[in-house]
């Protein structure tokens, strides 16, 4: 995926999610600058997340796999909703991958 596209993908769901106003830009990390419990399988070894400072309204995606929809709307609700918690920010997450299909 090329940066245009990303900033695409990342523009969408911005819209989508009521987040104008904020600057949400990503940033691909090495795999090797994450540690994991060596009980950690191999298939949940990588990283997605986000850090956010409300004050200036920026946020950044880490991550050190390709980004899909799904981390993007996964990362900019906790955004829009800072006080859920994962179990609901996956259940909306998947609502609003759905409702795309309908665009
Ligand atoms: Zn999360």
Not at 32 to 41: E, F, L, Q, R, W
Not at 72 to 84: A, R
Request: hydrophobic share 35%; glycine share 4%; net charge negative.
């Amino acid at each position: 995926m090329t940066n245009l596209e990303i900033h695409d993908m990342v523009g969408y769901w911005i819209d989508k999610l009521g987040l104008t106003g904020w600057t949400i830009t990503t940033e691909a990390i090495e795999k090797k600058s994450v540690t994991y419990a060596d009980d950690v399988p191999e298939s949940d070894k990588y990283f997605v997340g986000i850090q956010i400072d409300k004050e200036s309204m920026q946020a950044r995606i880490y991550h050190d796999r390709p980004l899909t929809d799904e981390y993007v709307v996964h990362e900019l609700l906790h955004v829009k909703f800072p006080l859920e918690q994962e179990d609901w920010i996956n259940k909306v997450t998947t609502i609003a991958l759905n409702n795309k299909h309908y665009d």
